[in-house]
């Protein structure tokens, strides 16, 4: 057991590495060379489209609204990763951590725009008439490369049961049983009822239950987050100058912090920027492929804000509170986060602790969906509702066990499950750039035969 975990241990370097970051943020400055910089020229528009209520014309064959889709995709996305994870990156890397985690959010959302293009334009019909999309999808109908689906599916549902269940599970029953003393049995109990209450009925449910809780999870942490910034506006100059100061020259020791180079900022930002949205690991894409849109990119553009909202908003609201206050404390993930609200204000760490269990619970949401329609892949509907189930029981199981072996083996198959995505993206990229022509044409109304010639 002591080998294998060795192996995984290196696995988990591996996946992670400097390579892999590479390819992740390269193919987001791919996409944005190809498609002209959009998710900066559209971001207004974007941002209308999904925020802002109305009649959607082109609203065709799917399971949920735009909306819906798109607060299905943030359940999974807006997790612990935007407070531990955040609070890691700046602990590790120093404050300059928190710029690479800006360039990795901006450059990401091409690629999540990208990935959603191709998710509504390869999606299927199953056998219960419900949308099925994501990679394995646009990787074998785009491709042809049946094999390199079946691998991304099976990576998505055994990475779903790790970082999109256990993991979350046993973080809330930890805030809460520190923070109320309430047993993790009974954490465990609470959180799997409500998680079956709302799985067992399938998208349609959970659309409607994140559609009324993202947002009010959302606005409750900013508004705890804005609260502390505005109270001490005089600090926010200096924090932003030592975030770019520090992502271009090293990180002197301080305090309880041991130093950073460059690197350290760069790696620890780009890699917990990634883990925060998701941006390139294929699971957004799932939720996307449900959407009521007539056309792919309509989706795509709503698609592309979660990566905005989860990253550019609320990742740096969670760490301009912490380099404000405590950066250099020597504490690390959500301790960090939590000791930095309480000195923002008293009863700060009330708000990190809610702020902990409705970002998880609404993560195990989101990732029961992406392991389903994996499974659904391989096995077809049959074995959607045995893992359902399955998916159930594992949030109590998470509650109780020790995880440093289900973290790390999760947290490398969430990593492998980019590989088969990035290289779906980069051979498809031709065909988000035709998407794209294809429907600002029609928009401003030229043929879109126009553009080709």
Known sequence: MESFMTFINWLNGLVWGPYMLFLLVGTG?????????????????????ALVKRKDDD??????SNFEALMTALSATVGTGNI????????????GALFWMWVTGLVGMATKYGEAVLAVKYRVVDENGEMAGGPMYYISRGLGWGWMGTLFAVLAAVAAFGIGNMVQSHSVADAVYSTFGVDKMVVGVVLAVLTAMVVLGGIKSIGKVTSVLIPVMILFYMGGALFIICMNLSKVPGAIALVLDSAFNPTAASGGFAG??????????????????ESGLGSAPIAAAAAQTKHPV?????????????TIVVCSLTGLVIIMFNWDSGLNGAPLTTEAFEMGFAGGKYVVTIGI???AYSTILGWCYYGEKSVEYL?????????RLLFVAAVLLGTQAKLEFVWTLADTFNGMMAIP??????FLSPVIVRETRDYFARKEGVAPEALRN
């Not at 531990?84 to 890397?93: C, F, P, Q, R």
Request: net charge positive; proline share 2%; glycine share 12%.
């Open 29 to 49: 400055v791919l996409l944005t060379i190809m498609l002209r910089g959009l998710q900066f020229t559209k971001l207004g528009h974007s941002l209308y489209l």
């Open 59 to 64: 609203a065709e064959e799917g399971d949920i």
């Open 84 to 95: 531990a994870g955040v609070a890691t990156a700046i602990a590790i890397g120093g404050p």
């Open 260 to 277: 950073a180079t460059i690197m350290m900022a760069m790696r620890f930002g780009v890699a917990r920027g990634v883990f925060s949205n």
């Open 298 to 310: 309509n989706q795509a553009l709503v698609s592309m804000t979660q990566t905005f909202i989860d």
């Open 357 to 359: 269990i409705l970002f």
């Open 379 to 387: 096995a077809g509907v049959k074995a959607v509702m045995p893992y």
């Open 421 to 426: 995505n990035l290289i779906g993206l980069i």
